[in-house]
């Protein structure tokens, strides 16, 4: 399971701050406890609120990259903040993202191949989120034939079928886990899939009982990738536990360090 650290993102009041003083211990800081916690890559997000999207960009990937060695997780739908946070990663990145729709693909999908990184393609279209899984394999598949026909192999792209907030969606959840199982079957070897997890309880009351609920059953489900709060310590342990009993990691070591923490 590929655990991407959710929090260096300006949409998080500690984050924005520390771009805006361009004060990078916090980000530092945010970036080793993520990964000392267990994150195998780390989401990068400038925020809404950032006035120099691509001078934020810059400045957050080069400190994450200081602190520690993992691939960082370029998170904008801007494709000049892209490449710069791609440029700036040096090789070691995960695009994130494109939709199906054809400009975003057009922009998007040649950076994938000419960095030679792993893309996340959401099942969104000019029409947005689909209702249901079966909308969201149409896309999944057109992402997928757009990255065969510009060399990108199957096992590079992450499906992201959208999560969206329960308290508001009830229904979309369900769909969600649908659509990772389907995933399975649109190729051999099939594309990988994510969800973004904390969308899902974004607005509710008991968040993180949401959240790894949810996580668990999405891994469950064939999960491969989350972009999630690692610091959540009950979050990392559910995983964990979840992968053992799914024999997909051997029970012990592994286990046992989680519990003990
Ligand atoms: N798919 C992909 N990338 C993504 C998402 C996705 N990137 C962004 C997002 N979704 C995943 N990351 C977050 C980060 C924070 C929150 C949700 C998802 C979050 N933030 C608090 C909130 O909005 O309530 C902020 C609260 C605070 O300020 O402390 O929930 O789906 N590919």
Redesign the pocket.
């Known amino acids: 399971m590929l655990i991407i650290g959710?929090?260096i993102?300006g949409?998080?009041?500690d984050v924005k701050k520390a771009i805006q003083a361009q004060d990078p211990a916090p980000i530092a800081d945010l970036a080793r406890r993520q990964v000392a916690a267990g994150a195998n890559a780390l989401?990068i997000?400038v925020g809404p609120a950032s006035r120099d999207k691509l001078g934020a960009m810059q400045w957050l990937v080069g400190i994450a990259k200081e602190a520690v060695d993992v691939p960082l997780?370029i998170?904008t739908a801007n494709a000049e903040v892209m490449r710069v946070g791609l440029e700036a990663a040096e090789g070691n990145a995960i695009v994130?993202?494109t939709t199906g729709e054809e400009e975003r693909m057009e922009a998007t999908l040649p950076l994938a191949a000419e960095f030679n990184c792993p893309i996340?393609g959401?099942t969104i279209d000019a029409e947005g989120v689909p209702r249901d899984a079966n909308g969201r394999m149409e896309i999944a598949l057109r992402l997928l034939m757009a990255c065969m026909e510009k060399g990108i192999s199957a096992t590079d792209l992450?499906i992201?079928a959208?999560?969206l907030p329960v308290n508001a969606l009830q229904q979309v959840p369900i769909q969600v886990l649908e659509a990772i199982k389907m995933c399975k079957s649109l190729s051999d070897p099939p594309p990988q899939t994510?969800?973004?997890?904390?969308?899902v309880?974004?607005?509710a009351l008991y968040?993180e009982l949401l959240n790894r609920t949810y996580l668990v059953m999405a891994v469950a489900s064939g999960l491969d990738a989350a972009?999630?709060?690692p610091l959540d310590d009950e979050l990392m342990e559910a995983v964990i536990a979840a992968e053992v009993l799914l024999n997909r990691n051997v029970y012990c070591d592994d286990f046992i360090k989680a519990y003990r923490r």
């Open positions: 959710e929090r993102n949409m998080f009041t989401d997000n997780c998170d994130n993202s996340i959401l992450y992201d959208v999560i994510i969800i973004g997890l904390s969308n309880s974004q607005g968040r972009i999630c709060d």
